[in-house]
Every structure is written in structure tokens, then in C-alpha cells.
């Protein structure tokens, strides 16, 4: 198991803090980047906001790929394909 990171920030008067490097490095935050933070009962959980996004909806399509009928690489393939002819013609 990784240990976490830990370290710490000082709240600025207009409620600014700076992440720290080493957490801003492990989280791939940039200058410019969007957070999500998350308020979770006594704590609050800083995520990149792409990364964030990618995993809600990567949540709402869950199981769409098997309603749709899609098993394999092979399905996918032939789906598009099919979509192409149908394009075509």
C-alpha cells in the first residue's frame, strides 16, 4: 500500500492557499488548471477538474457498451463500419 501524501497549507486571508509541490505534482496540477474540490463530511478532497469530469463520465456510461451490444473490439469495429456504409450511402 502507497503512503499517502501529506503536508500542509496556510489559508490566506481571502481564503487562498498553495497546494504544496509534491501534491501538485502527484495530482498533475498546473499553473492555469481547474480543481474540484469536494467537501466528503469532515474533510475536503482537491481533484483535477478533467480528471474529475472523466470519471463522472466514465460512471453515467457504465454498461452502455452491452445495452448497445458491443462484447468485444470485433463488435466495435463492425459498428463502425457499418456506420460508414450507412454514411455512404
Do not use: W
Not at 500542509?8 to 498553495?18: D, H, M, N, R
Not at 460512471?59 to 463492425?78: I, Q
Amino acid at each position: 500500500m502507497n503512503m499517502p501524501l501529506i503536508d500542509s497549507a496556510k489559508v490566506l486571508p481571502k481564503g487562498q492557499i498553495t497546494i504544496p509541490k509534491d501534491i501538485r505534482e502527484h495530482l498533475s496540477i498546473n499553473t492555469g488548471d481547474r480543481l474540484t474540490l469536494i467537501c466528503e463530511n469532515d474533510r475536503v478532497v482537491i481533484m483535477n477538474s478533467a480528471i474529475f469530469a472523466l470519471r463522472e463520465y466514465q460512471k453515467t456510461m457504465k454498461g452502455e457498451a452491452e445495452k448497445a451490444g458491443l462484447r468485444s473490439d470485433d463488435d466495435v469495429v463492425e459498428m463502425i463500419m457499418q456506420m460508414r456504409r450507412e454514411e455512404e450511402a
